[in-house]
């Protein structure tokens, strides 16, 4: 009884811990999975001081652009082209953008000052060996390898258009991240990559860019999209933002992002430093230790898992069981659970933020989900094998069906329903990194961040706790194997 | 005490049972004899309630067997399944002790008859604290046998329960069931493969062939009249072996 209290009281405070996030009306500020974008989210947090929160790297476009408009986020940083181009897709691209905006409860501030569009770039030797000097000149080289972001590739004004507009005649084209590119450039297995005109690596890795001559990159000035509300509940947050308004020069966000990737100054510093040099601005920044922050994802990892596999637990043992004593049922359950399997995890996560937002619930339901096959197959296969004997004797003794599931089968079937919570614990102890892309935290945040930066170090300082952890539910389920196995049933 | 009307049941179209009537008279032994695959342990099962007869009934003490009823019924049925069955996770004692934890048997009762049972089968405390895992097949029957005992219920269905038995151990459990059960007027139906125990348990002997009853009575009457063929090369086919060893 005492361990059922324990694991009610754990449960509970899983469960407080996980809707702390959004039990404060703060006002929350988030960003896109690049450097610039966390950087202006940084600027935007600390000039309108204590009471916004930043979630950084929250997403791509959709999942940022959902989020503002369900209130899971207030504000973010976006692109002027973005949204003619992406969001408002099909509209009469010279409408008024706050016309479009308004009757959905969303407002913008002005431009901020850059304009960060996209451009492609390449190996200055191999453009002057192919005497490339514009988007134009691609048409002659149908051999050239081509790797884009995937968002460029996808969107309308991103790839499929630009090969339109140009007639270019390049059918493969690779997808990958887009810090990932200009690795793909400098060892030479990419030749022509996508850019954002401000990005830091234009100068580091001395990339040519291609003279959009046909002008079809539309402008992409940053500005400020931010719920209609807060004009009357934040004024004074709103009136800080727009103090941001014409004041960033591309050169000024080239140098703040090349600062934040190549010389790996926490965007919180980068934006701080600007803010006290440009607006006399000053803000005071807590950089968290490594230690402090190894402790924060881990409770957000631990908290993801933990719910996730618990309910897991709960709804899938009956499940199972059902499955058993009930064949046509069984088959029911079995295949829907398995088709649940099929859905990539990172499709999964996705189709949960219309459902539940962003952040650790959508995560822990659809770590829910992806936790529930492996026990309920377990749970059903070692009920039904069973030897017959066994089960036609705890019959004959006169058992009823329950007391015969309870002292007699499922205690068989003990190995194989432990064997199932530990295949479904260990597998979410990986998926649930991928929590990260949707705001949910854990070791998936720093390695997040890693890749965004290309820090080895931060990858580690996710990826070593993650698997140190999977090792640790390896280990305890062994354990737990020990003693709740009974010696009998060891051979 | 048991009385078996009009049964009929077949497996995949096949006739494993056919039975017009068979009475198993109380306080006695009843032997099922016949060749492997006969129906013996079909009919211990039906009598059990782990096989419903596509047809006929199944009387218990006058009472019908049905799905309300039976595991009250099964209750006052000692029955040894022909693997024995038992439970791999429990020790030979949690096997056995199972059932009167279960129904809330006063503890001091069910340490007394788990001694007295053990006395029996020549089990010893060190061999009862192991897992079905680790003792011999004998040992296992035996278990098994006390599982099927510890209620005291009124009808045993043993089907072979001591058919891994060494011979020595074998004759003098013979001996000790067979006083048990007239001390305490048990009514048994005992399955075995083995004229002389059948002989030497059996007021009374059933012989199947293929689901239906060829003959029944007394091991003399079936020996010294057998009413078909079958019957007679049956028996002797049993015999031969016994007089070698004599
Ligand atoms: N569940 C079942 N499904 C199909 N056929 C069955 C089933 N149980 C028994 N049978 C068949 O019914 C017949 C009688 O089986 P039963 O187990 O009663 O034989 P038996 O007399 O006990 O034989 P043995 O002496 O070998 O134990 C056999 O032909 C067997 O194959
Ligand atoms: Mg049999």
Known sequence: MTANKIKIFIFTILLFECFNCRAESQITIASKTFTESVILGELASQITGAKTVHQKQLGGTRVLWSALLRGDIDIYPEYSGTLLHEIFAGHDKNTDLHALLKPLGIAATRAIGFNNTYALGMRPASATELGINTISDLANHPELQIGFSNEFINRSDGWPGLQTHYRLPQKKVRGLDHDLAYRGLTNESLDVIDLYTTDAEIHYYNIKILHDDLNYFPEYNAIFLYRLELEQSAPQVIRQLKRLENVITADAMTTMNMQAKLERVPEAEVAAKYLSTQLNVNSEIVIDSRWSRLVRHSIEHLVLVGISLGAAILVALPLGIAAYLNTRLGQFILSCTAIIQTIPSLALLVFMIPLLGIGSPPAIAALFLYSLLPIIRNTHTGLHDIAPPVRESAKALGLSRTARLRLVELPLATRSILAGIKTSAVINVGTATLGALIGAGGYGQPILTGIRLDDTSLILEGAIPAALLALLVQYSFDLAERLLISKGLRS | ?246
């Open chain 2, 1 to 246: 005490m048991l009385t078996l009307s009009n049964i009929q049941k077949s497996f995949d179209n096949q006739v494993a049972l056919d039975i017009p009537h068979l009475n198993i008279t109380g306080q006695q032994t009843t032997i099922l004899i016949g060749p492997s695959g006969c129906g013996k342990s079909t009919l211990l099962k039906m009598i059990n309630g782990l096989i419903k007869p596509d047809q006929g009934e199944v009387l218990f003490k006058q009472g019908k067997i049905n799905t309300q009823n039976i595991n009250l019924l099964r209750r006052q049925m000692g029955y040894v399944i022909q693997e024995g069955g038992l439970f791999p996770h429990l020790s030979a004692r949690d096997n056995i002790m199972l059932m009167p934890r279960h129904i809330k048997l006063a503890p001091d009762t069910a340490e007394q008859r788990l001694q007295s049972l053990a006395e029996l089968t020549q089990l010893d405390a060190g061999q009862l604290k192991r897992f079905p895992s680790q003792l011999s097949g004998g040992q296992r029957q035996r278990v098994a046998l006390m599982r099927a005992l510890i209620l005291d219920p009124d009808l045993l269905l043993l089907d072979e329960p001591l058919g891994a038995l060494d011979p020595m151990i074998r004759f003098e459990m013979q001996s000790q069931l067979k006083s048990i059960f007239q001390k305490l007027g048990k009514t048994v139906l005992m399955v075995t493969h083995d004229l002389n125990e059948a002989g030497f348990f059996g007021d009374h002997l059933v012989l199947l062939r293929s689901g239906k009853i060829v003959q029944q009575g007394t091991a003399r009457q079936l020996i010294e009249n057998p009413n078909e063929p079958f019957v007679e090369q049956f028996i002797n086919a049993q015999r031969a072996p016994s007089i070698i060893a004599r």
